[in-house]
């Protein structure tokens, strides 16, 4: 992948890069609803009445200078009306019909972003990708870019100090994140030190096409590249590993190398394996769009690592992500596997 940014294109660019100007200097100070309220009065700003939905309190607003929709939501808690979470503004409402028109615009978007506010601190991606922002002062809010499934775009602002999980909360697939390490959620002890002899294969093989069909679907919008490596976590010889190509999803029985006397061709092969060079390989073109390519590979990947000899409560994962000249390190929260840190390299 060229460590170059392709710039994309949407007709709105001038007022798209006015409105982040426009947004990203706001101080809400302690995010309650009347100071955001005065705040963003000298927007134009006008909120409307609150109406609960799903336990959040929403005030609907019209962005003076948003793009396509441009309107937008303040978002609270319930139980909280007052404490502002999040204010969401649906930049493009109406979704493209053509998947590669909108990874075109998401792109351009980002790349105004960049233009305007630097490197994101972090990728991710919930039910679709997002990048999100930290500004240089610590009192200005988060900003972040998400690009719904389906077409839709929105920038939000986030509280200084919230966490990658607002990027959303509904999701139809596995989330993932990407971050430098010092970025990246601290693995807790109980996570590495739980008993985790409850831990079903079927567990391991749901989550993990979970987290397959999302990072299959979201890196070819930055455009990146992932690998992860999933095995034993005290025997670094039996593992499997998969990554990205382009829109290609590539899996490899990368175990077999270390202990060929596992390797039976006659049932790899009957399994859907491929011999390439000496290596058991499976590739799935456009991983992107067809998303029943994530369930095949999860089973292959999780039908190997049994044939290993391995045990669910004995796994752990380790998944880099590099692109636009960053490498960065990928935490799966959904996957019923913890993550440890081995090198991943293809």
């Known amino acids: 992948m060229e460590n170059t940014i392709p710039r994309g294109s949407w007709l709105d660019d001038d007022i798209f890069r006015a409105f982040v100007r426009e947004v990203a200097p706001l101080r809400p100070g302690s995010w309650s609803l009347s100071e955001f309220a005065h705040a963003t009065s000298a927007l134009g700003w ?3 009445e609150p109406k609960e939905v799903a336990g959040q309190v929403w005030h609907r607003f019209t962005a003076r200078k ?3 929709a441009g309107y937008g939501t303040l978002i609270a808690d319930a139980s ?3 404490q502002v979470r999040r204010l969401d503004v649906r930049v493009v409402d109406l979704p493209d019909e053509d998947v590669r028109g909108a990874v075109d615009r998401v792109r351009a978007a980002w790349w105004i972003m960049e233009e305007e506010l630097g490197p994101p601190a972090m990728w991710g991606g919930s039910s679709g990708p997002w990048m999100l922002w930290r500004q240089p002062d610590p009192a200005l809010p988060r900003i972040l870019v998400h690009a719904h499934d389906g077409g839709e775009m929105s920038l939000a602002l986030l509280p200084p100090h919230a966490h990658a999980d607002t990027a959303g909360r509904a999701r139809a697939r596995g989330r993932w994140q990407a971050a430098e390490p010092s970025d990246q959620p601290s693995i807790p002890s109980s996570q590495v030190d739980t008993d985790r002899s409850g831990t079903t294969w079927e567990e391991v093989e749901k989550s993990l096409c979970e987290a397959l069909r999302s990072l299959s679907h979201d890196t070819p919008y930055f455009p990146g590249r992932f690998i992860l490596h999933l095995g034993v976590a005290q025997d670094p010889l039996r593992f499997v590993q998969c990554w ?3 829109l290609t999803l590539v ?3 990368t175990g077999h190398v270390h202990q060929p006397h596992a390797a039976d061709p006659a ?3 009957r399994s859907g394996w491929e011999d390439s060079r000496s290596m058991w390989q499976r590739r799935f073109p456009n991983a992107m769009e067809d998303h029943t390519h994530a369930a095949t590979a999860a089973r292959m990947l ?3 690592l049994r044939h290993l000899g391995a045990d669910p409560a004995e796994l752990s994962y380790d ?4 692109g636009r000249g960053h490498g960065l390190h990928v935490d799966l929260p959904d996957l019923c596997v913890p993550r440890l840190h081995h090198p991943a390299d293809v």
């Open 66 to 68: 948003g793009p396509s």
């Open 80 to 82: 909280e009306p007052e």
């Open 267 to 269: 049932r790899l092969i």
């Open 46 to 48: 006008e909120l409307r």
């Open 251 to 253: 899996i490899e029985a």
């Open 302 to 304: 999780v039908e190997e």
């Open 319 to 322: 998944g880099t992500m590099s």
């Open 244 to 246: 990205s190509q382009d």
